[in-house]
């Protein structure tokens, strides 16, 4: 056989071991390695040595080991035999891989059984040269990548439906994402395979699942499954929708009503509080009117000459007049008169303490009243007839106590009628002062004028019955 004088690659490019099929050199051969690649004599099964990317003129210098092997002489020309295996080290990528088999797994959310396939791309390089010609190689002329990946099928298919087997144990995982998590099921499935690959010399690059799949009748029940999941959330979601809206109306409807009954209890406060100050305000309008009703009769008694006390013994003087006794019985007239004049003024005695002073000064006309023989200086008063009460006892007034003497001719005093009562508030009984015209506690209007009972005694405000004769109060 003719000895080669220039030594290089011959294969394709999907071809990462390739023998040469020359076996004859000199040691002035040249020897040519490209990028990406390596070179490796072979002497009877035994590795010598190794070249790299560059061009080499064969000599014992640069073949140290095989030199050593065959003893090659030095200097000149010398013929030997060996094996040379040209190793690509470049990439071989896009190289498809797929399960053999289906993997049999239970979907905790379906409550199914399915069985999952998968398969994607991949590629390879040689990461050991050695490895690779020692565990793979061996005596064949070549080695592809699509025969080295025939070597490690079976182990890609395995680990990836183990993998996948143990993702869909996890109770929250279910068939429909799977896909979401292709990316990190590649990247865990790739450094399971890297730690077998490892051992041969080859690397794996990069491994990519593409679509993970069950049989169309499987996909078909997860579909219904799914629906039936959708329909029973939406049914949920509805029902705690409508639960939500109700406690929502329920809590509005609440509101509302709190909202109403403050609003009608404070609407009810303006309201007291408005009667009250219209009340009050009616009052005072009311205590007012009588106030200038009063004022207005004082300066028309003041006018006309005489004032309320003249007003009151000319009323008695009137009643006594108008009685039928004096036509009759002039003499008993004459009798009675002094006691009315005497009554007019132990009226005017215990009225003037609780009246204003616009109705308790002395009688203008009337004088300060008279009793039986007392001074006459009032041109109403009836002038001294001898011998006219001769003979006349005076009536005996039952209020009045009975005089010291026994003598009927001693002037008569004048009675002495107690203080008046203080008055009291004939609503609460509060006790008020003498000029006031409403209790300070209730509001109550309170009456000045007094009531005077037919005996003479002034009846107090809490009074119904007079304490001296029984008679009921005027109203």
Request: charged content about 20%; aromatic content about 8%.
């Amino acid at each position: 056989m003719a000895l080669l004088d220039v030594l290089e690659y011959e294969g394709g490019n999907d071809i990462l071991v390739y023998r040469a099929p020359q076996t004859d050199f000199n040691t002035h051969s040249t020897l040519v390695v490209r990028e990406s690649q390596e070179a490796i004599f072979f002497r009877d099964g035994k590795m010598l040595d190794i070249f790299g990317p560059g061009r080499y003129v064969l000599h014992t210098g640069n073949i140290p080991l095989l030199s050593k092997l065959i003893n090659l002489p030095s200097g000149g020309v010398s013929p030997f035999q060996c094996e040379v295996y040209f190793v690509n080290r470049a990439l071989a990528l896009n190289h498809k891989w797929g399960t053999s088999s289906q993997a049999r797994v239970y979907d905790h959310t379906y409550d199914l059984i399915l069985t999952i396939g998968a398969n994607g791309t991949m590629g390879i390089r040689i990461a050991d040269p050695r490895k690779v010609l020692l565990s793979i190689v061996g005596t064949e002329p070549q080695l592809t990548a699509e025969q080295c990946l025939e070597y490690f099928r079976e182990n890609i298919s395995m680990k990836v439906k183990e993998y996948i087997a143990q993702a869909m144990r996890q109770p929250d995982m279910d068939f429909m994402v799977l896909d979401t998590q292709l990316t990190e099921f590649s990247q865990k499935v790739k450094e399971l395979l890297n730690e077998e690959f490892a051992d041969v010399g080859v690397e794996i690059y990069n491994f990519l699942i593409n679509n993970i799949h069950v049989p169309e009748e499987q996909y078909e029940a997860v579909m219904v499954m799914q629906q039936k999941r959708h329909y029973q959330r939406q049914k949920e979601f509805d029902m705690r929708g409508d639960l939500q809206l109700q406690m929502l109306k329920s809590q509005g409807d609440r509101a509302t009503l709190k909202v109403d009954a403050e609003g009608e209890a404070e609407r009810r406060k303006i309201q007291a509080v408005t009667d009250a100050e219209i009340a009050n305000m009616q009052i005072d309008l009311d205590a007012r009117r009588v106030e200038r009703m009063g004022d207005a009769a004082a300066h028309a008694r003041q006018v006309q000459g005489y004032n309320w006390a003249d007003e009151q013994q000319a009323d008695v003087a009137k009643t006594y007049a108008a009685s039928g006794t004096p036509q009759n019985n002039p003499a008993s007239f004459l009798a009675q008169a002094p006691m009315a004049m005497a009554f007019g003024d132990m009226l005017r005695d215990n009225i003037e303490p609780v009246m204003t002073p616009n109705y308790s000064n002395p009688g203008i006309n009337f004088g300060n009243g008279f009793g039986v023989g007392q001074a006459q200086t009032s041109p109403f008063a009836m002038p001294e007839v001898p011998g006219a009460m001769d003979g006349v006892e005076p009536l005996a007034d039952p209020a009045t106590p009975a005089p010291e003497t026994s003598d009927p001719l001693q002037p008569r005093q004048p009675a002495q009628t107690p203080p008046a009562p203080e008055p009291t508030c004939p609503m609460c009984g509060t006790k008020v002062s003498m000029t006031a015209k409403f209790c300070p506690m209730c509001g109550t209007k309170i009456q000045q004028e007094p009531v005077v009972c037919q005996c003479g005694h002034i009846f107090a405000a809490n009074e119904k019955f007079c304490p001296e004769c029984g008679s009921p109060k005027a109203k």
